[in-house]
């Protein structure tokens, strides 16, 4: 069905044998029911199978002296004059060895987990110690099926995340119909927020289900949210091949300089602010971490690659048009990167972050294809990135989540919202004067080097996150957005690498001010590197990573401010 819907034709005899099926498009689908109800019913056999085994060895009823309840076991053979007694476990069977007069006999006892007690048989030494398992019947009914666990957390996980794209969707769609310039996604995560608040005070239970509910999309979102960034790396080559090159340099001065000096204004001012109100910390909400990637993840990868590689070599259209064609093996080249980079040692990652690893996989694989295929580098990078809707490429396919962060934002203020309330106080003053502090001193540092103003307006949000640092720009005529992502994802790298020696040096040691320092100044991949060290600092990392972006897209969308920020800039 998705075949035939599908807008492009193909000359693969395979894609157009499957845009002219009518019987499999049917059939494969009323499968699903199916497999569902046999999913079930294995499920249930599970624990009526295991009750049914246990059931059939023969039992007695051994009356014991010492204890008033009969316990079923099996018959005792008598053994005298025994002096020595070891067991063996093997798979799941553990044998008694007695040694008798220099014999050994053994006795096999069925042992069906790991825990058992020893229960005397009666008051005659001539009988032997049994151990006898007592297994309960939650455990022997409890037995799920993992294939089920599995189907089902995967289902909740697309329902969840599928929510979060559609409401992305339909709000970009809504707010560009309307001719609103105030970002979508942003609007989205105040409602979110809004819902959870008033069904936390009207009815908790209601508010932690939809947390909860929405939890495999946030866990999702954290586990891949450098890959949302590293497009624009990508296409790297792309962005700054029409820029002169003293201008790149400025453009280096103004990231390296301008962090460190949003860095000490934010811990600066927390550490001020703190002093004055002096409240006292509380253990915050425990933040869960996204588990690290297996090797069945990797191999899976890497056979996305291989195969897709080869297929997009072979039949450069087999999907229609390049871009889509090309889009499996650079997505997969893109997650092998960030996989690769994940698991390097810590003092390499130092250097060698893990998304540049990522990036530089991707351009490996965009100039390999383009050497192969003749078609060269930056054509392949073109397919990388196309924004267009109608021709997605892998890049635009990664962008697509960056509304879903924004949503996520909700949950991680919401979670945190007593945390919030303690320390209001700081956390809103060290954003709001570090964000007019950032977007005010890039527009004047850039005048003083004779940056020129378009470029200098394209960097203007440079410590704020990507998904709203796009939406900052769109305020502004002229702006390359591509650059704008590019700075924002090298200042972020900057502070990932640079952030603990500097709060060291500039003496930060409150958890507040590192924490909102590191946020206001290198926004997500900032926060991924402290918090890895410094859990403690992490929910105010995460809080203020989100209302950095939220304060900025804010105060740019009044166009008074807009208006002093170019006036600056010239």
Known sequence: MLGFASPFTSENWMISAIQNDRYYCLLVPLTLPVLLVAVYFHWLSRPLLSMAFASASPRCYIPSPTHSTRILRKPVIPVVNTHVQTSVTFNGIQIFYKHLNGRRISEPSRAMDAQSCSFPVGPNNNHSSRKITVRSRMEEGGSVSLGYQSIVGISHLLVSLGIFLAMDNFLKRAFVAAAIKFPSALFGMFCVFSILMILDFVVPSAATSLVNFFEPANMFIQRWLPLFYVPSLVVLPLAVKDIPAASGVKICFIIVGGWLASLSVAGYTAIAIRKIVKTEMIAAEPMSKPSPFSKFEMWTWTGIFLASFISAF???????????????????????????????????????HPIICCALAADLAALAFGYLSKSGLDAVLGYYLTKASSNPGAGDILMGFLGSVIFSFAFSMFKQRKLVKRHATEIFSSVIISTLFSLYSTALIGRLVGLEPALTVSILPRCITVALALSIVSFFEGANASLTAAVVVLTGLVGANFVQTMLDKLRFNDPIARGIATASSAHGLGTAALSAKEPEALPFCAIAYALTGIFGSLICSVPAVRHSLLLIVG
């Open 314 to 352: 072979l039949y450069p259209t087999a999907l229609g048009t390049n871009a889509r064609t090309c889009l499996p093996f650079l997505l997969a080249a893109t997650v092998l990167g960030y996989m690769v980079g994940s698991r390097l040692p810590s003092d390499i990652k130092k250097v060698f």
